[in-house]
Structure formats: C-alpha cells, structure tokens
C-alpha cells in the first residue's frame, strides 16, 4: 500500500527552496539553530557533540524542499490513479516541515517529548497523502493539517493520564478549550458557569463538569508518600475492602457461643418440638408444615404455632445467657 511505503523509500529531492518557501521554514530552522550542543570529553581529551534526536531529525527533513500546488496536483494524480509509492515519498517528505510546525503548537499542552508529537502527527500526514484528492480545489498542506492535528489529538488525550480522559468529539475539543474559555469569560467580567460554558463550546453542561473534574484531579502514586516529610504510603490508607482482624476474631467468638448455647437449649425441648427446631427452624432445606403435621398427626397451623413459641424460647435462652445479645439481634 502507499501508506506502507512513504517513509521506506530511500530517495531524497534536496534541489533547492523557493523564495516563496523560505519563510514556513522559519521556525524549524531557528529551532534547529537554537539547540544548543553540549560538549563533552573522552579519555583521550577529544571534545564530542552530544547526541540530539531532534536536531538531528530537524537536520534531515530540511533536505527535502517544499512543493509549488502545481506539483502537489500532479503528485496526487500520480497517487491517486496509479498507487505511486515514489510520488507519495516526495509529497510525505516534503510536507514534514508541517507537522513539526503543529506539533510545536501542541507542545505547550503536552510539554513532554516533541517527537512522540512529530511521530504520530507524521502518520496522520501519511493517511493524508493517501486520501487527498487532487481534483478539488484544496492545497494539500490545509488538508494534511486536520489529518495530522487529529492523530496528535488523540495521543495527547491517549496519554494524558492513565486513565483516558476523554474519547468523544465533544470531549476532546473540551480538552484544549475549557480552560482557555473559562478564561476568556473572567475577562469579559462574566462568572464562569457551567451552563454558560455550555453554550459557549457546544457540548452538554454534563460534558463540561466531567471534563473540568478530570483535568482538575491528576494520578497519584499509591507508593508516595503521603507528604514530603512522612514514610507513609498513600496505599496504607485505602480499604481493602475485607473485614478488619478485630472484625474477625469478633465474628468468630459469637459463632462459637452460639453454637455452645445452642446445645444447651436443644437439650430443654421435647422430641416433637426438637423435630420442629432441627428440621424447621436451625437447617437450610426446612421441611414444609404439613410434612411435619402429617408426622406428628397434628394441623400445619398447630405446628406453626409450636414454631413460634420455639423461637420465643429461644430468644429468651439467649437473653439470659449471653451478655448484650439484644446488639446481635
């Protein structure tokens, strides 16, 4: 595919820039020359330039020279209709300049590496290379823009945190644009409501309260510390959502007196009612009434009233041999 092949081909067109061209790369030139070059020594006492990645990188698109819109349109006939791999090389490398360009206005959000920008912004140029369409009356470079913005877009918001921030088309233009119109509205003396920000940016005012919790809150550490000066972790203090030893230990203890006060007060019913309580009352399958009453030759309403009083005993057993049993029931 052309895509796969823009950036694998090794020819290189460096025969020179128009006047007219000078001035768009102006500011990768001064961002080149401004890098300053730290020098260190060997052994030998020898002095090295340092190695810079993106002065190097900067250095090596300049070789390309920019295209006239006549060329552009024959370039992208050339892609369009024959899958010219050669053609889409000099459209995509002569147009690399231009995302360095955006990637330096997404710099001040992302204020991390330039070329992780600079690479996923020359993937959305390479997706461009592959969909413009030389026949409507676009220049290339306004067209690659909105490609290559989008792909650095959504790395910003990809790697904002580690949680995503933001996966719709409402919240990634909130992104960039709540603080700046939340701004804007101080300025012209208006107090920034949720609803007015709102209607200023398009988006649902519930849009808007998610965003502005999310850019306000930012990832911590469970292993920090909880302050500057302290050894405690911030994961100490989250709940594991088990039940404490105390809990524990508590829990334990009231089974095991239930269980030994149990035995006592089975041993004060009748077999009649012993049946009642084993197969009725203290078991998880219970027997129905009327198996019961057929048992004992007795009406189901009979054994439900031998229930009731079972349990009023038992409650009463209870009572009276285990301390505070009213804050167990």
Excluded: C
């Amino acid at each position: 595919m052309v895509v796969d092949s823009i950036m694998s081909d090794p020819k290189k067109k460096s025969n020179g820039r128009g006047k007219g061209n000078r001035k768009k790369s102006m500011d990768i030139n001064n961002l080149s020359r401004d890098k300053t070059r730290k020098k260190t020594k060997t052994d030998s006492g020898k002095s090295l330039v340092e190695y810079d990645p993106l002065q190097r990188y900067l250095s090596e698109i300049n070789q390309y020279r920019l295209l006239t819109r006549e060329e552009e349109v024959e370039l992208g006939k050339r892609i369009t209709e024959q899958d010219d791999s050669e053609a889409a090389f000099i459209m995509a490398t002569s147009n690399l300049r231009l995302v360095v360009k955006i990637a330096l206005d997404f710099q001040r959000v992302w204020m991390q590496n330039l070329l992780d920008l600079i690479q996923e912004g020359n993937i959305g140029l390479m997706h461009a290379v592959q969909k413009f369409d030389p026949y409507k009356n676009v220049k290339f470079s306004y067209y690659a823009s909105f490609w290559i913005k989008a792909y650095i877009l959504k790395f910003i918001m990809d790697n904002w945190r580690l949680v995503k921030i933001g996966t719709t088309q409402g919240q990634r233009k909130l992104f960039f644009k709540l603080k700046k119109e939340k701004q804007k509205l101080i300025d012209e003396g208006f107090v920034p409501h949720t609803q007015l920000l709102s209607d200023r940016l398009g988006v649902s005012e519930k849009e808007v309260t998610e965003m502005d919790q999310r850019l306000d809150g930012w990832d911590l550490s469970l292993d920090a510390p909880l302050r500057e000066d302290s050894d405690t972790e911030r994961g100490a203090f989250l709940s594991s959502g088990a039940a404490s030893i105390e809990s524990q230990v508590a829990k334990k203890e009231i089974e095991t007196l239930l269980k030994e006060n149990v035995a006592i007060f089975r041993t004060q019913l009748t077999e009649r009612e012993l049946e009642i309580f084993d197969k009725r009352i203290f078991t998880d399958t219970p027997l129905t009434l009327q198996d019961i009453g057929d048992k004992y030759s007795i009406s189901r309403e009979r054994v439900r009233q031998l229930e009731k009083s079972i349990i009023k005993k038992m409650k009463v057993f209870f009572k009276e041999e285990i301390p505070d049993f009213n804050l167990y029931e």
